[in-house]
């Protein structure tokens, strides 16, 4: 089973929402903090939003107030809600425990913001 998988990207205009997932084996899951994470080429990976497993969350200046993460316990899923999308959110999107664990990087889900 591949550790985490990230979907839900795709071309939105400036002010859509889109709605990302990231499916986690259950070991990964059920043991730590789990974060989104998103990367614009040439640039570091930045942490944007991370819940704990009791359901505190946290987020990065830039897309508090406009992003959401969340958990479903039964899926084994982390979601992020992106709404009032801006073109400087294009990027590729990535889920992983905080602190990362680096062997669990996946592809990550493109989102790209258009104007």
């Known amino acids: 089973q591949v550790p985490l998988v990230e979907s839900g990207g795709g071309l939105v205009q400036a002010g859509g929402s889109l709605r990302l997932s990231c499916v986690a084996s259950?070991?990964?899951?059920?043991?730590?903090?789990m974060a989104w994470y998103r990367q614009v080429l040439g640039k570091e990976r930045e942490l944007i939003a991370r819940?704990?497993?009791?359901?505190?969350?946290g987020y990065s200046d830039s897309v508090k107030g406009r992003f959401t993460i969340s958990r479903d316990n039964a899926k084994n899923t982390v979601y992020l809600q992106m709404d009032s999308l801006e073109p400087r959110d294009t990027a590729v999107y990535y889920c992983?425990?905080?602190?990362?664990?680096?062997?669990?990087w996946g592809q990550g889900t493109q989102v790209t913001v258009s104007y």
């Open positions: 819940l704990v497993p009791g359901g505190g969350t």
């Open positions: 992983n425990p905080y602190p990362p664990l680096p062997p669990y």
């Open positions: 259950a070991k990964i899951f059920s043991l730590n903090t």
